[in-house]
Each structure stands twice: as structure tokens, then as C-alpha cells.
């Protein structure tokens, strides 16, 4: 896709609908249950899969001086816009870039290693964090950190990077269906363009596991 719809949504419209609560009394920002339901929600009734349908993607950002707003980007338009207040909707093209030029980026990810292992005879997966680059314990063991497995992420697209800023949230939630536990990490860095195209992939589809609860979403902006 070349164009595609980039809304700003604040949180604390959407903490209160009541199409959103399903009954609950109070929902929490870091329920990933909620912001699912108040992402997909803005999108009405979309038959199958509304974050495939519509290539949802989207990620909770905070700006100093500004409330905590979703950032929530589709190839449809959202059918909430009239009914939320401060909701803001754009109609957008991605960048035209070239080979060496600077960015500045902003991704969420769940930054997570995967490993299945054996117990009592059953196939588990283990889930493990990446660890941050400042966690000294991972470096003397050699393990990679936050910098150089995002760099392995964004490889086919990006080059030179660096990490600015790094935030990780834990998000939980438990219900009838089970506990849920998502680790969202957001990250602000610098990159320089390899390969436009393979940008322009990463912008459309998303990088990673748990797009549904917030993670997936690049953004970058030429310096």
C-alpha cells in the first residue's frame, strides 16, 4: 500500500466507552486486552481479522506536555473519528527516501526471545526479554542487547542505527480466558536509508509478534 489512514487517538477517550468496557468497571492503559479492543473497536464491524482486513497497526506514545494518545495507522478509514473526542485523522503517503539519508525513527516491539525446551517430556516455550543495553550481566555473558537486536530487526531497511531513547512496559491482564502478560518495548533512535523499498515494507506490514496489542508499528522522518 502507498496510502494509508494515521490516526491520534487519546487514551482517556476511549478508557470510558462503554462499547470498549464489555461490562468492566474501570480499565487500566496497561491492560493489553483494552487496547485491543479500544483500537479494533474504532473500526466498527469488520468480518474476519480486523487487524489483517484493515493492516492495523498502531502503539501507545507519550509526548511531554501532551495526555498518552494511540497512534493507530490502516488502510481504512475509522468510523469512530465523529464520536471521540480530540480524535484526529489523516490521510497519508509514505516517505519517498534515499539511500544514506538520516532519519529519526519510533518503533514499539515486543522484544522477546522464543526458545522451546523440554519438560516432563512436553514441548514448552520459553520467553525471555532481550536485555537493555545498560544490563552489565548481559554483556559479560555475551548476550545480545537491545541495540544490535534491533539493528538485526530493521537490517534489510535501515543502517547506522542508534537507540535515543528505550521505554519497556509490562502489560497484564486476567480474565476468564486466562492471564495475559505482553512486553512492549518503544524505542526513539537515528538511522540512515540502505534500501527505500524494504523501508516502505517495514512501514506497510510491521515488524514482529503482538501487533494486536500494540506492537509492529515504525514510523521514521527524514532529519
Known amino acids: 500500500m502507498s496510502k494509508y489512514f494515521l490516526s491520534k487517538v487519546p487514551v482517556h477517550a476511549l478508557l470510558s466507552r462503554s462499547d470498549v468496557n464489555k461490562g468492566k468497571r474501570s480499565w487500566d492503559i496497561n491492560s493489553p486486552t483494552f487496547r485491543h479492543r479500544a483500537v479494533m473497536g474504532l473500526f466498527g464491524d469488520i468480518e474476519g481479522s480486523p487487524r489483517k482486513v484493515a493492516n492495523i497497526l498502531f502503539r501507545l506514545d507519550r509526548i511531554p506536555g ?17 464520536v471521540i473526542a480530540g480524535m484526529n485523522v489523516k490521510e497519508m503517503n509514505f516517505p519517498d527516501l534515499e539511500p544514506g539519508q538520516v532519519v529519526t525513527f519510533s518503533v514499539a516491539l515486543n522484544a522477546v526471545r522464543r526458545k522451546t525446551i523440554q519438560i516432563d517430556g512436553a514441548r514448552r516455550t520459553k520467553i525471555q526479554p532481550v ?3 545498560h544490563d552489565n550481566e548481559a554483556l559479560e555473558n555475551g ?10 530487526k ?11 531513547n528505550h521505554l519497556r512496559d ?10 495475559m502478560t505482553i512486553q512492549v518495548d518503544s524505542i526513539d533512535g537515528v538511522a540512515q536509508v540502505k534500501d527505500p523499498i524494504a523501508l516502505k515494507e517495514l512501514l506497510a506490514t510491521g515488524i514482529g509478534r503482538e501487533k494486536a496489542y500494540g506492537c509492529g508499528l515504525l514510523s521514521v522522518r527524514a532529519v
Do not use: K, N
Not at 68 to 74: A, C, I, K, T
Not at 143 to 152: A, K, R, Y
Not at 154 to 164: K, M, N, P, Y
Open 170 to 179: 509490562i502489560l497484564h491482564d486476567s480474565g476468564s480466558g486466562g492471564a
Open 131 to 133: 536485555p537493555e543495553d
Open 66 to 82: 501532551q495526555a498518552p494518545f494511540f497512534l493507530v495507522q490502516s488502510t481504512i478509514r475509522p468510523i469512530a473519528q465523529d
Open 143 to 152: 548476550e545480545t542487547t537491545i541495540t544490535p537486536w534491533l539493528q538485526g
Open 154 to 164: 530493521l537490517s534489510t531497511a535501515l543502517e547506522e542505527i542508534q537507540v535515543v
